[in-house]
């Protein structure tokens, strides 16, 4: 059987040490000797899309990338066949998917012979979340990413699929996450990538991010309009203009504080430049780091001996 990583909820602890751990590991360059990785993407990403590529290339294999138009996944094929025909010949398929439903329908249709790496889904975002953890732990606890128990997180924004994977990975490790949302985007219970349920750390949901962020030593922030909600654009300008992160907002939190942003910015909505662009920004190690996340994903999945 081998192994899946769609959430990082139903990742066990040991598993996610590993993955951790690979994924600032010297590298083998042997790794994947000879082997391809299917890259099949219904969304667009520059981050998403280069880091795979060079971390599946730096460990010795090659990737094919599959764009909607070429698959048209539910539309020209269904996920079933699609991923019925790709592990013929692959061991491996990375996908950003707009519907989360699809990696257990393609599970099944494979029996789990076929590894899937989940790159995005409207559920979740757990390559982002294994790059935050690391770009945290390089800054604040040498590497270490059980340094970070006890840390105060507060995300700003929008709660996405970035923010389940986000509290889910920090709260197991321990780290206090904070949400300041407007009531109608806060966080809500269920879900693939559910935090509510998480042991660790604290979560606690906040509609002033003035509040949330008094003490912070991390604020988040992410896009104010997500991919397929362009229509909402006007409205939610109105909505999130007080949760603009900015160097008022900045100076209410820790002298030290770290600012983190997954890309792409909205530069003068959800962020502006003078915070983005300042010392306190992480944002381009965070870019650095989704490489390093798929590096230790990949390394995972590879190891030779499964429990």
Known sequence: MSRQFITIEELAKKDLRVIYRDALAPLNDELLKGQGVALVFERPSLRTRASSSSAVQELGGYVTFFSDEEIGLNTRESAEDVARTLAQMYAICALRVRDHDVFARMRRATNDTLSLINLLSNAAHPTQAIADVLTIAEHFAKGDVE???GLEVVYVGD?????RSLCVALL?????VTVAAPEAYQLRQGGAEDPFNVEGGELRLSSSPADAVRGADVIYTDAWVSMGLE?????RRVDFAPFQVNEELV?????DVAVLHCLPAHRGDEITDQ???S???LVWRQAFHRRSAMLGILGWIK???HD
């Open 231 to 235: 229509a909402e654009t006007a409205q």
């Open 159 to 163: 709660a996405t699929n970035v923010t």
């Open 279 to 281: 010392e306190r920004s």
């Open 275 to 277: 915070v983005l662009d």
């Open 147 to 149: 340094g970070l128990k």
């Open 251 to 255: 100076g209410l939190a820790s002298p």
């Open 172 to 176: 197991r490790l321990g780290a206090h």
């Open 303 to 305: 190891e030779e001996h």
